[in-house]
């Protein structure tokens, strides 16, 4: 009733008023649906902090992601007629700037820091640097994400454009024009008021934190078997003083802490008892947990386990196929994204400065993997080529009809009626009267 009283009460006194007049986001934070929904956006520190910094899984998953795309070549090209040209010119402002982006970084550098800060907090913000006098930028930076604000020019209207973005760092606020901010997020559909994206670990913090706790898990059980026993006294008329437990606790963690007594059982003098308590790291199943885990991870990267020694991941025939499968499905659209960005928002800066239309292409011909897939492809394809031409060459020859040729090709090439028949022609007619002058003579 309370839910419906709210709802009633906020269209009654909205009668007179436009809905223009009141942020969308207002509305559904008013009536309540971000907490019916379940969906509470982590701080993005947070999910750096114990994701990427303190998750093994986490940062081995993102590194070869990063990894694998940031080395995927990016190539200029110039537009001449109805052609591309590739841009080689050392002295062209666009190329220079795509090759050194700032003094402190090579391509290569900026693009892993540009890939990552996307991944973990669902936003990546270039700053585009212009010096005195210029119209272009000149060198290119990211704005960690984490500490960036995005203000709009009027914050109570869904569709208003961008005033500035705020850079908060070190006790410093510095204030940006949008202009000046190349500006990608991974939609986020609960559509937040500070603009920002998605980060694919926010779906994933159940997950996360429950690895994490796996991994604190093995490290108490190295340290100190996760308190796996209990001493007590065995006289039930003396039981053990404090000055006495403690000074058991601190003997008895001595004797048997650290990983070079793991498992190990030990003996007192004492009059004591010891209880056992819990489960084996045996019964916990402990690896199995954190496997599930690695596995989701690898999911919302859209990548395979199998690369991270997920032996009993038996999606992928093979190690080679995972290792294509993290080109086509993860990093190549990864960097594909940035490209199109790129196309969208920096390059049309330079076609305007040097009147000419530029483009930016990835060159994947490098990638080795994939041309081994290729090499694969284009063997297979010359060997049905070869049955193709070998069996439409007998029907030719008269060496087969072409009804038998046609069901060949359709059964063991796997080829439609009509397609085979547009290969399979008629047969060679053999003039009869050449026949007969030859039995003549």
């Known amino acids: 009733m309370e839910v419906i009283d709210k709802i009633k009460s906020f269209f009654n006194s909205s009668k007179n008023q436009s809905f223009n007049n009141t942020s969308s986001r207002s509305q559904w934070s008013f009536f309540g649906l971000n907490s019916w929904s379940g969906h509470s ?16 899984d986490i940062f081995a998953v993102l590194e070869k992601l990063v990894h694998s795309s940031a080395t995927i070549p990016i190539k200029l090209y ?3 007629g109805d052609n591309w040209e590739m841009v080689d010119d050392s002295n062209n402002e666009l190329l220079k700037l795509l ?23 669902g936003d990546s913000f270039e700053l585009m640097n212009m010096l005195l006098g210029f119209t272009y930028p000149t060198s290119m930076n990211i704005l960690p994400s984490q500490y960036v604000e995005v203000e709009l020019e009027d914050q109570n209207q869904f569709f208003s454009p961008v005033k500035d973005y705020i850079f908060s760092y070190g006790g410093h606020r510095t204030l940006y024009d949008a202009e000046q901010v190349l500006h990608l997020k991974n939609l986020d559909p609960s559509y937040p008021c500070n603009q920002k994206g998605l980060s694919p670990l926010q779906p994933a913090y159940t997950s996360l934190s429950a690895s994490n706790q796996v991994h604190n898990a093995e490290k108490s059980m190295i340290e100190n078997k996760g308190a796996t026993g209990m001493i007590s006294s065995n006289n039930n008329d003396y039981p053990l003083s404090a000055e006495e437990r403690e000074e058991i606790d601190k003997e008895f963690k001595g004797r048997t802490g650290g990983s070079n007594n793991y498992n190990k059982t030990i003996t007192v003098s004492s009059n004591v008892k010891f209880q056992t308590l819990g489960l084996s ?10 496997i599930n885990k690695l596995r989701k991870f690898c999911n919302i990267y859209g990548m395979s386990s199998q690369l991270f020694n997920d032996t009993a991941n038996s999606t992928y025939n093979n190690v080679l196929e995972a290792k294509a499968s993290l080109y086509t499905e993860s990093a190549i659209p990864l960097a594909q994204t940035f490209v199109d960005n790129w196309n969208e928002n920096l390059i049309p800066i330079f076609n305007k400065r040097d009147n000419k239309e530029y483009c930016l292409k990835l060159d994947i011909s490098e990638i080795e993997v994939l041309q081994k897939n290729k090499k694969e492809e284009a063997e297979k394809n010359k060997i049905v080529t070869e049955a193709i031409l070998s069996v439409a060459s007998m029907v030719s020859m008269n060496q087969l009809s072409r009804e038998s040729g046609i069901n060949i090709l359709m059964h063991s090439q796997g080829l439609s009626e009509e397609e085979a028949e547009m290969i399979i022609k008629e047969p060679i007619e053999v003039p009869t009267t050449q026949t007969e002058n030859t039995n003549e003579g």
């Not at 982590?42 to 750096?48: F, G, K, S, V």
């Not at 090759?99 to 907090?121: C, D, F, I």
Request: overall charge negative; proline content about 4%; aromatic content about 8%.
């Open 99 to 121: 090759k050194k982006p700032n003094k402190n970084q090579t391509l290569k550098e900026y693009r892993r820091e540009q890939y990552l800060n996307y991944l973990l907090t």
């Open 281 to 290: 790291p045996k019964d916990l199943t402990l690896t199995e947990i954190d």
């Open 78 to 80: 110039e537009k001449d």
């Open 41 to 56: 956006n982590h701080d993005e520190r947070i999910l750096i902090n114990e994701g990427y910094l303190s998750n093994e």
